[in-house]
């Protein structure tokens, strides 16, 4: 079995694909802003059903900072890339959105390249494919692209856009052979608070 690592632990989607992976026999290395998140973080797999023990370990790694990653990542074969700034409101600067989730998405992969990981899978979102266009009956494809220009195009869609672009630049410039796939969910919907529930959103397993 391989060793993971998945960005962004703490959170809703994070936590999932932890159990996911853990499940399936992986070992697994989570980031976390905040090393003293490490016992919600175990508990909310607790609830889940899983006791992770000595198979899952923390790193602290922020997006906006390059220390941590190369830590997270040595001796992953995997990267789910799942950390991404979402504050509960629209920020006042947009760069305070979209900074952190475009260089933090390219320090990921950096470090990943640099560990020799094989494959890094980064959750993007429907956000960076079908905003700021006129109304369609088309479906979209992989040449699509928000237009970050649009009309009320907020911050968030932004983000996401600009994050999956520079992503996919990376790879086609200095990926050096990493490989990347992206996944784009509509929405994520459930419960989270003191209970884990089905995961409403097709992912892709490693």
């Not at 697994?28 to 905040?34: P, S």
């Not at 508990?43 to 900072?65: H, I």
């Not at 992503?167 to 459930?190: K, S």
Request: net charge positive; aromatic share 6%; hydrophobic share 40%.
């Amino acid at each position: 079995m391989s060793k993971v690592l998945v960005t962004g632990g703490s959170g809703f989607i994070g936590s999932h694909c932890i159990l996911q992976l853990l499940a399936a026999g992986h070992s697994v290395c989570t980031t976390v802003r905040n090393l003293q998140r490490e016992s919600d973080v175990r508990g909310l797999l607790r609830v889940g059903g899983v006791e992770a023990g000595e198979r899952l370990s923390f790193v602290a790694a922020d997006l906006e900072k390059d220390a941590g990653w190369a830590e997270a990542v040595a001796g992953c074969e995997y990267v789910l890339h799942v950390a991404s700034p979402l504050p509960p409101s629209v920020p006042k600067n947009e760069d305070a959105l979209m900074m952190p989730a475009r260089e933090g998405t390219l320090r990921v992969l950096r470090a990943a390249r640099g560990a020799g990981v094989r494959r890094v899978v980064a959750t993007s979102s429907f956000a960076a494919i079908g905003y700021g266009h006129a109304e369609r009956k088309a479906p979209f494809t992989e040449t699509d692209w928000t237009d970050v220009n649009g009309k009320d195009v907020q911050a968030y869609p932004k983000s996401k856009t600009l994050a999956e672009r520079a992503a996919w630049d990376f790879i086609a410039r200095e990926g050096a052979g990493l490989e990347l796939t992206v996944v784009n969910p509509v929405a994520c919907l459930g419960q989270c608070w003191g209970r884990i529930i089905r995961l409403r959103y097709c992912w892709c397993s490693v």
